[in-house]
């Protein structure tokens, strides 16, 4: 999985993927100085993990994780090539959601690309631009499509729904905020357009407003943008992020306890970008390995046992299910079968988040 930072040069971008990632991305006051994609690999905040763990004290622990991509800079016209506007694209294509920064507070240290501080300008560049690119796309297709009608009718659908798409980016709506039937998401998958990617946006505000975001004037305005195309937006303060990333897990508490915040925003991306994708774990633990497992929402217990390996899920007689609170609460595997607790799955199961499985096979 693979989540693609973006936002104007100064906003705070590549300091969060630091934070994020401690990857040491250059960070500097002037545009472009993320030029090539930084990828950092990090881990899903998971306390399940880490409690079975304690339980356990197995030789190894894995828990879910998420690539973040740090994007170059977007200026007005990357669409048509300007400033690194071709990179800035290809690498969007390349990843399956995006986090898009952008600057809630003032500074006259710290220069913005356009001069003055506004977020929704800045979300409406990068959204604007991403359009563009889509317009083009779907143009494209659309001659295909025509073509192809005259020897199959079966193109008039996807000519009806590119239309419908074309005329919604027109109007500068992204195609992520259109009502889709089951027929039609099928075919706009095909199509890999930019604006239909799910998208979170990230309010980078001041170190004074962090423990009421709320009140920030830019944050309420993009709170109200998000809406529109059903996103989510999380205020944090990337600058204190970047100094809880460099502390220990008891000083990162401790500090975060004297700021009066609960979770870290970081922690907070992480969590809501794996969510973001529709994505779950269940987990498998014992002595040799306590772990993780990325699956879809709505896969079934074979296909989830194929994330182990290809063998169990041909192979796949059935999977023995404990939820991980009954498991927490009754202290262990032993304690929880005695309660009956332990249920046994077939082919048809849909796995749950949380689920702690054992699957058997036959190969």
Request: hydrophobic fraction near 40%.
């Amino acid at each position: 999985m693979k989540i693609g930072i973006v936002g104007l040069p100064n906003v705070g971008k590549s300091t969060m993927f630091n934070s994020i990632t401690k990857a040491g991305a250059e960070c500097a006051n002037y545009p472009f100085c993320t030029i090539e994609p930084n990828i950092g690999v990090v881990a899903v905040p998971d306390e399940r993990v880490d409690n079975l763990a304690k339980m356990y004290n197995p030789q190894k622990v894995t828990k879910a994780i998420v690539e973040f991509v740090d994007i170059a800079g977007l200026v007005k016209g990357a669409s048509r090539g300007e400033g690194l506007g071709n990179k800035f694209l290809s690498h969007i294509r390349e990843v399956d959601s995006i986090v898009e920064v952008v600057r809630c507070f003032e500074n006259q240290n710290i220069v913005h690309v356009d001069g003055s501080i506004d977020p929704i300008r800045d979300i409406e560049t990068i959204n604007l631009e991403l359009i563009f690119a889509d317009i083009e796309t779907l143009e494209k297709r659309l001659d295909k499509a025509k073509k192809m009608l005259k020897s199959d009718k079966k193109y008039q659908f996807e000519i009806d729904l590119i239309n419908k798409i074309k005329s919604a980016l027109e109007q500068g709506r992204p195609a992520r905020s259109i009502d889709y039937n089951e027929e039609e998401k099928e075919l706009v998958k095909e199509m890999f357009l930019l604006t239909s990617k799910p998208i979170l946006y990230i309010a980078n505000i001041s170190e004074e407003e962090i423990t009421l975001p709320e009140n920030n004037e830019y944050v309420k305005k993009v709170k109200e943008y998000a809406k529109k195309e059903n996103a989510e937006v999380i205020p944090l303060c990337v600058k204190i992020e970047e100094e809880l990333s460099g502390l220990e897990e008891a000083d990162k508490k401790e500090m975060l306890e004297a700021l009066g915040i609960e979770e870290s925003g970081l922690d907070k991306l992480i969590k809501k970008s794996y969510d973001l994708l529709g994505l779950m774990s269940f987990l498998t633990a014992g002595e040799p390995e306590v772990r993780a497992w990325t699956i879809k929402k709505g896969t079934k217990a074979p296909q989830a046992a194929g994330k182990i390996h290809s063998d169990i899920e041909r192979g796949f007689i059935k999977a023995e299910v404990v939820s991980y609170d009954d498991l927490i609460r009754e202290g262990s595997m032993t304690a929880a079968r005695e309660k009956g607790l332990i249920r046994s799955e077939g082919k048809e199961y849909i796995m749950q988040d949380g689920d702690i499985v054992l699957f058997k096979f036959n190969v």
